[in-house]
């Protein structure tokens, strides 16, 4: 038996000390419960949380929704841009989910409140795109700070049933990019209903064609009919008016997409391009069926934007990371708490 | 004092890649989900690192039957030489689960495996919600257990070989490699060389007590 001296004992364990203080230091380093503090993850679920209550087993934020599938027909000439499999002739599945944006399931619809349109193409294929649309021609804002603020700031006064006009302007003082495109965005008022909305990227991805070449390109999909009416003083009018519709025929939109040149600006989301862009007819989306959220369809999809095929990069829009990033916190813990019924029933809306 | 026999070439340097790759991937994965702006670009680099490390944990368990473990010092009781057989089985199970859950994981919520750029891998796990919060809950379980066991990996041997000084870590060590790889060379092809007739069936030195 080896003869123990104090001075190796001392020597084990300050050694053994010294690793196990690296080790965990970096590991909370890691995990940031040390070190300087800064956004994550955990900070916007705590957000819409504040903002919103806690909504078990929906999304944090465009909680309210419905599913609908369809298919893409594609023209052929989105292959100029880009070699996604999308682009090439013939047609490709998709599964979508239309929502309104905020974090509480069961509000009421609102013409103001910005509609999304997560959609899937090929899913669940490795060639499958990833996208979530708004019906807006920019972005509020420009990074996941200016996100995170506005998200508090939003936050209603339960005495008023508005936001707190001192934590408004405070927000607006501080975000002048958010102000401006406030502004744009009350230049395109809502359309009446989901059906009749362009529903737009508004973050610039770089589309690679075949040859290599990265073009800088937004897309949108462009309705190519009107919508009926919802009607007024129903919970769900503007739901409920998609899947009215929906039931006498497919909805279509056209996918514009469009050539960044130059000088656009490419990783801000609040700054349109000049109108005289060159734009791309893709070829057109059409949406067949509609149907409640339910295990399996596209209330399971996390409609991640940097889930993208061959052919689509992303751009260094600080939104994207930061996006991915958060929705996958937002699936993550809501795939684990118990569901329950979604507000929009599909079959229980009257004909 | 001569020389404590060492593990084959091709072992130390297995063991050391996957020491370094682990210990990064714990980092890169407790940092990425924990960060918002490298969130996208460490997670590509996590998924392409754990395919690595999935394929050499293949290499390693495979290699593992190829050679005679060199002995362990005397310093090594019975009780625990099981520790240290089931410490090493418990490492194994863990590195090759742990890759296994991610990728099964990533399958499950249906969105494409895609690794080093545009590799694309086949999903291993059907597009189920269920499935996919309980693998992930997996892979932060098993995570911790790693940072647990690979704690009390480093520990032990630091002990042994700083305390007890019994040259533990010089079975796995690089330096003065010259004199033990003659004899870890013999034992791996199964001589009865002195080192090898001297190593029981799990490395423990048979002595009389």
Do not use: C
């Not at chain 1, 929906?246 to 656009?264: E, I």
């Not at chain 2, 969130?39 to 050499?56: E, F, K, Q």
């Not at chain 2, 005397?74 to 590195?95: D, F, N, P, Q, R």
């Not at chain 2, 690794?115 to 796990?125: C, D, E, H, Q, T």
């Amino acid at each position: 038996m080896t003869q123990l001296s104090r001075r190796s004992v001392l020597l084990g364990i300050g050694a053994v000390g010294a690793f196990l203080a690296i080790d965990l230091g970096a590991l909370a380093y890691a995990n940031k419960w040390i070190g300087p503090g800064s956004l994550t993850r955990e900070t916007f679920m705590d957000g819409f949380r504040t903002v919103f209550g806690l909504h078990p087993g929906f999304r944090r934020n465009h909680a309210k929704g419905v599913v609908v599938n369809g298919y893409f027909d594609s023209n052929g000439n989105g292959r100029e841009l880009s070699k996604a499999a999308l682009f090439t002739p013939g047609r490709t599945p998709v599964i979508g989910r239309f929502s309104l944006s905020g974090g509480n399931p069961m509000m009421a619809d609102a013409p103001a409140t910005a509609r999304g349109l997560g959609l899937a193409f090929a899913f669940p294929d490795a060639t499958q795109w990833r996208m979530a649309l708004l019906n807006l021609p920019v972005f509020v804002d420009h990074s996941p700070q200016g996100f995170y603020d506005r998200l508090l700031a939003s936050k209603t006064d339960p005495a008023t049933g508005k936001p707190d006009p001192v934590a408004m302007s405070a927000f607006n003082k501080a975000h002048p990019e958010s102000v401006a495109a406030m502004a744009l965005i009350k230049q395109h008022p809502p359309t009446a209903g989901f059906a009749d909305s362009t529903y737009s990227s508004l973050i610039t991805f770089f589309f690679v064609n075949d040859e290599g070449v990265r073009t800088p390109v937004r897309w949108a999909f462009v309705p190519m009919q009107a919508a009926i009416p919802p009607l007024p003083g129903t919970t769900n009018s503007l739901f409920d008016a998609l899947v009215r519709q929906m039931r006498s025929g497919p909805l279509r939109w056209r996918l514009l997409l469009t050539v960044g040149q130059p000088g656009d600006p490419i990783a801000d989301a609040t700054l349109v391009w000049p109108g005289d862009r060159r734009t791309v007819d893709a070829g057109v989306l059409t949406l067949t069926t509609i149907e409640t959220e339910a295990p399996g369809n596209a209330r399971d999809v996390n409609f991640d934007p940097l889930v993208l095929p061959d052919g689509i990069e992303p751009s260094d829009d600080p939104l994207l990371s930061a996006r991915s990033a958060v929705y996958a916190a937002s699936y993550r813990a809501r795939t684990g708490e118990p569901k329950s019924p979604s507000a929009v029933q599909v079959d229980e809306v009257a004909p | 004092m001569t020389a404590p026999a060492r593990y084959p070439l091709r072992t130390r340097i297995l063991h050391w890649l996957t020491a370094v790759l682990v210990f990064s991937m714990l980092l890169i994965g407790f940092a990425m989900v924990n960060s918002i702006g490298s969130y996208a670009s460490l997670r590509a680099v996590h998924m392409s690192l754990g395919i690595i490390v999935l394929l050499i944990v293949v290499v390693r368990a495979a290699n593992r039957f190829t050679h005679r473990v060199p002995t362990l010092p005397g310093t090594v009781g019975w009780l625990e030489h099981k520790v240290v057989i089931g410490s090493e089985l418990l490492l194994y199970a863990l590195l090759l689960a742990q890759p296994l859950v991610g990728w099964a994981m990533v399958s499950a919520t249906g969105k494409p495996v895609v690794v080093f750029g545009s590799v694309s891998l086949p999903r291993i796990a059907p597009f189920d919600a269920d499935l996919y919060f309980t693998l992930r809950q997996t892979h932060s379980l098993l995570a911790y257990t790693l940072v647990v066991v690979i704690a009390a990996h480093v520990s032990a041997v630091l002990l042994h070989t700083l305390t007890l000084r019994d040259r533990m870590l010089s079975r796995m060590a690089f330096a003065n490699s010259a004199t033990s790889e003659r004899a870890s060379v013999h034992s791996a092809i199964g001589e009865h060389s002195n080192a090898a007739s001297n190593t029981g069936r799990h490395g423990r030195t048979r002595r009389h007590r």
